[in-house]
């Protein structure tokens, strides 16, 4: 017998608090999910009196881990995932730019160290289905990718205790059903598109959009890991502790003349000599969606980078083929001013339960 994964599901619920499981699913359409409970299984160590071979094993704890692959629907949803990754909720103001359209703002100013927690379950086809419940997670990681053309994809990896305070070690439910396991998804009209979308680096290219054939953006909470976080007492690590906050862009440039390299590598476009000067330029990243909130408004996702550091690969003199090299860029905080994202919708707000 064969089964497939179309069946299965992907789903996060806020927590008000730690070991206290969130109440408010929100479920995802996703490409692939690896995410699932992580055993800390150990061989038992050789003794003096012993033998060879191992003459047993034991389980140190569990933990969760893994992630998800999706395409960001700007419905309503991947908000919360937004506020989950920053560790904040966003400021939305009603009616901007049009009447029915809310843009909801998260501003980070670079000291921000905490993050919330989320119930995570999983449903996972079968003769007999099968839930995962795994609560305190927070979100290590989120990537987004936009092609040359086609979605916007998504890239979100998470750390979770699995277990409460209790240990308690319930799991698993067969044939999951009721509150929490009924999966409700959004539809494709809110799915952003690469050619509805642009990024911008100051003083490159006269402020224009920068021809690219890709961009990635990467946020990363580099947060304390399971060994760290393992205490005496308990099958679970205490907490995942933010110890450092990231974010970097890498895009494909598509090489029309040497002006861009030249401004990085010597400070103008005219430049020729190396300058020790590192050279700075706010980033901006726009999609939109092809269809619409209201009239001809469209949903939106817009991330600003006030100040980011940039550099430049060399070209590539590849045979027949076109011009290319690397944008790569490493955000740093400007006037109390990490990263402004904005996202448009028609959803009144977004305030994480406590």
Known sequence: MS????????????????????????WYNVFNCDYGPIIDERPFPQEVGGQITPTGAYRAGAYA??????????????????????????????????SGVNKHTW?????????????????????????????????????LMLPQTGLISGRLEMVGRLFDNNDNDDIFAESPAGAGWTPSF?????VPISSKGYFTVAGLNGGAALPVTNVGLDFVNGTTTPAQEMIIGSLSPDDFTPIAKTITVRATYKWPNPDVYQTIVAGTA???????????????????SPGYITGTTPWELKFTLPKVVWQITNPRLMGANILMTDLIGTAIVASNNFVVVDMYNAISSYVWPT
């Open 3 to 26: 089964v497939t994964s179309l069946a299965g599901a992907f789903g996060f619920a806020p927590q008000i608090a730690k070991a206290t499981a969130g109440t408010n699913w929100y």
């Open 65 to 98: 881990a893994g992630g998800i692959d999706f395409t960001p629907r700007l419905l309503d949803d991947v908000g919360w995932l937004m506020s989950w990754l920053l560790g904040e909720d966003p400021v939305t103001t009603p009616n901007n730019p049009v």
């Open 270 to 288: 005219a430049g020729l000599k190396f300058t020790p000067v590192i050279f700075t330029g706010q980033a901006v990243i726009d999609v939109k």
């Open 107 to 143: 501003t980070l100013d670079g000291t921000e160290n905490t993050l919330d927690w989320g119930t995570v379950h999983l449903i996972i086809p079968g003769s007999t289905t099968l839930g995962i419940t795994s609560l305190d997670n927070k979100v290590a990681m989120m990537r």
């Open 186 to 190: 959004e539809d494709f009209t809110s």
